[in-house]
């Protein structure tokens, strides 16, 4: 199957620039808020920034299949899937906090080979393609050569149900604060993935993602020299819902420290 991926990865961009302009201007804008569950909102912007999107993609890409987080699973192609997040940091965005994003990544045969991020409130666009290098506004990146743990500033989420289940993040989150320069917790999984591959963290870990949450931004990650895996040091896909990145120096002191 020959697939044009810089065709791929233009389109990507538009729908995320275009989604992203959207969302900026609307910004200031109190939201209508809805609540999936106790803690997950949604507001009318994701569904309108999905609806952008999907139209670019459509318009472009007829036959490929798209999923995003806000209701939609069009099932057409398998093998070509997109995987769509309209707002990544929607608490945020409804609270008038600028740190979200979109996130578009195109998936062949399983397997993300272009991944999109885009901040609209820092216009900072993220992309690569598998195999051909990570950017930032057409500058490459590269992960961080931080070696210790102690000096390493992280980052992580903490999953909707929190209240509910016991699997929560929070005895990870312990032992990392005592272990780490500095946790933070930004709530955008996304631009926590994108911010390891430009340098800025040393590392992320978080459970219970969805794969529109990862899909774009971990193959950023790789493609910027640091490595993605599971909680036992298995390769990622976003389908896992358990997410380690980091700089690859650090990757085997943040599993030990996650699995003690």
Known sequence: ???????????????????????????????????????????????????IICKILKEHFPHHSLLGEEDLDVVKEKELLWLIDPIDGTTNFARSLPIFSVSIAFLAAGKTQVGVVYAPMLDEMFYGVRSAGA?????????SREKEIAKSVLCTGFPYDIRESKINNVDHFNKFIFRALAVRRLGSAALDLCYTAAGRLDGFWE??????????????????????????????????????????????????????
């Open 207 to 260: 459970l219970k993602l969805k794969p529109w949450d990862t899909a774009a931004a971990f193959l950023l990650v790789e493609e910027a020299g640091g490595k993605v895996t599971d909680f036992s040091g298995n390769p990622f896909d976003p389908f896992m819902i358990e997410c380690v990145s980091s700089n690859g120096l650090i990757h085997n002191q943040m599993l030990e420290i996650i699995n003690q």
């Open 135 to 143: 950017f930032l506004n057409k500058k490459q990146i590269h992960v």
């Open 1 to 51: 199957m020959n697939l044009d991926y810089e065709k791929i990865l233009s389109v990507a961009q538009e729908a995320a620039f275009t989604a992203g302009k959207y969302l900026k201007e609307n910004f200031h804008q109190i939201p209508e808020i809805e609540y999936k569950s106790e803690m997950e909102l949604v507001t009318e912007r994701d569904r309108e920034s999905q609806q």
